[in-house]
């Protein structure tokens, strides 16, 4: 079982940039595809990107593309999603999911584990 953390969120102008950081625990991340999700007040969980167990696959939702970027890193134990160009319908707090196979998927009934969230927020 791995245990997830998020870090990372706070506030930002619109137009500036965040980097947030997944930490695992329990065991390594290249037993898993990962993926960041993130939650507006009254709206559902949805998909921002996700990266293979590999590493080598990434993948973005539509409103994520060009601007965020997904990183992993073996050594560390992390997953990191830097956001540039933040927008204020950016604002949300975002997720990190892990699911025990080598591909990801982007709807959140696929992933197993979980972190607490980290709070985005970007001002206008």
């Known amino acids: 079982q791995v245990q997830l953390v998020e870090s990372g969120g706070g506030s930002v102008q619109a137009g500036g940039s965040l980097r947030l950081s997944c930490a695992a625990s329990?065991?390594?991340?290249?037993?898993?595809?990962v993926a960041w999700f993130r939650q507006a007040p009254g709206k559902e969980r949805e998909f921002a990107a996700a990266v293979s167990r590999s590493g080598g696959s990434t993948f973005y939702a539509q409103s994520a593309k060009g601007r965020f970027i997904i990183s992993s890193d073996n050594a560390k134990n992390t997953v990191d999603l830097q956001m540039n160009s933040l927008k204020p319908e950016d604002t949300a707090v975002y997720y990190c999911?892990?699911?025990?196979?080598?591909?990801?998927?982007?709807?959140?009934?696929?992933?197993?584990?979980w972190g607490q969230g980290t709070q985005v927020t970007v001002a206008s």
């Open positions: 329990g065991r390594t991340f290249s037993n898993y595809a």
């Open positions: 999911a892990a699911r025990e196979a080598s591909t990801p998927y982007t709807t959140p009934r696929e992933y197993n584990y």
